[in-house]
C-alpha cells in the first residue's frame, strides 16, 4: 500500500520537508509510502531546506515530518513513529526488547557510516557535471529555488564542499569505507539469511537499501536519478561496480521489491537545459 499525497488544505495530509535527491528523505518517503500514511512533501534546495526545516519545527536538517502529535526532526524517529501506525505483520522493528536494539544498532551504523560517506562520495562526483545536477537535484522544489541554484551554481557548490568537509583526495577514502560497509553486509547475508535481522524485511533492509542510494542510484526511488549512461565515467563505473558487489544486488532487490512505486517521481521529470 502506498501514501498518497493529499491536497494542500487536507488536515489528515501531513507535510514532510525534503531536500528531493537526499537519501534520508528518501527513507521517510519509503517508510511512508509503505505504510498508507498521507503526506504532501515540500521541496527545498539545500541551504534554503534549513529555513524550511527550521519553519517547520526541526533543526538544520532534513527530513522533517510535521504531525498533529508534533514535529518529528530525525529519519530514525520518523520510521518508528509510522511503525507505531502500521500493523503488526507490516512492522519494520520488531516487538522483542532485544531484537528491536539489534535492528535499531545496525540503522545506527547506516546512518553514521554508510550515509555521510556515501552522500559526500555522490556530492564529489556531482559537482563536477553541473548540468547533470542541476537536472536531477532541483525536482519539485519552488521555481524561484530552482532559478537561485541555477544562477548561484558556484555559490551553492562551495556551500556544499564546505558542509560536507570535502578536500582533497576524501573520495578516495569515502570509496573504501562505502565498500567496506557493503561487504559488511554481505557477510551478514552470506548465511544464507532472506534478510539482515531475520525473515522479514524490516527498518534495517530499508535503512541499508536507502542510504546505499547514492552509489547504487536505483531507478525505483522518489525521485529520478541519473543512471550511469547519463554519469560522467569515474562515476558511472563506481555505480556499476556497486551494483556488480552482493550487497548493492541485494539493495537493488529490495527497492525492486519492497519500494512502492513512488507517488511523486512521475511529476518530477528532470530539466536538460542549463
Known amino acids: 500500500m502506498r501514501g498518497i499525497a493529499g491536497p494542500p488544505g487536507d488536515a489528515r495530509t501531513l507535510r514532510l520537508i525534503t531536500i528531493p535527491i537526499s537519501h534520508y528523505c528518501e527513507k521517510a518517503r519509503w517508510a511512508l509510502e509503505r505504510a498508507g500514511v498521507r503526506y504532501r512533501e515540500e521541496r527545498h534546495v ?9 519553519r517547520a519545527g526541526g533543526g538544520d536538517t532534513v527530513p522533517v515530518l510535521v504531525t498533529p502529535q508534533g514535529v518529528i526532526g530525525e529519519s530514525e524517529q520518523i520510521l518508528l513513529w509510522v511503525d507505531g501506525r502500521t ?19 545496525l540503522c545506527r551504523r547506516f546512518d553514521q557510516v554508510l550515509g555521510p560517506r556515501g552522500r559526500r562520495l555522490m556530492y564529489v562526483h556531482m559537482l563536477a557535471q553541473r548540468r547533470l545536477a542541476l537536472a536531477y537535484n532541483n525536482a519539485g522544489v519552488p521555481r524561484w529555488e530552482d532559478l537561485l541554484v541555477r544562477r548561484g551554481w558556484r555559490l551553492m557548490a562551495r556551500f556544499v564542499a564546505r558542509e560536507l568537509d570535502i578536500t582533497e583526495g576524501i ?17 551478514l547475508l552470506a548465511d544464507g539469511r532472506p534478510y539482515l535481522c531475520g525473515e522479514r524485511f524490516g527498518a534495517a533492509d530499508l535503512t541499508f537499501a536507502v542510504l546505499s542510494a547514492s552509489v547504487l542510484v536505483p531507478p525505483r526511488y522518489g525521485v529520478p536519478l541519473p543512471q550511469p549512461e547519463r554519469l560522467a565515467a569515474p562515476m558511472a563505473a563506481l555505480v556499476r561496480r556497486a551494483r556488480a558487489h552482493p550487497a548493492g544486488r541485494y539493495a537493488l532487490r529490495l527497492f525492486d521489491g519492497h519500494r512502492p512505486v513512488p507517488v511523486s517521481a512521475a511529476a518530477s521529470a528532470p530539466r536538460l537545459d542549463g
Open 46 to 54: 539545500q541551504g534554503v531546506h534549513r529555513v524550511a526545516a527550521r
Open 87 to 105: 500493523a503488526g505483520e507490516e512492522r519494520l522493528f520488531p516487538a522483542d526488547a532485544r531484537a528491536r536494539q539489534g535492528v535499531l544498532s
Open 171 to 187: 573520495a578516495a577514502e569515502d570509496e573504501a569505507v562505502v565498500f567496506a560497509e557493503l561487504d559488511h553486509v554481505a557477510e
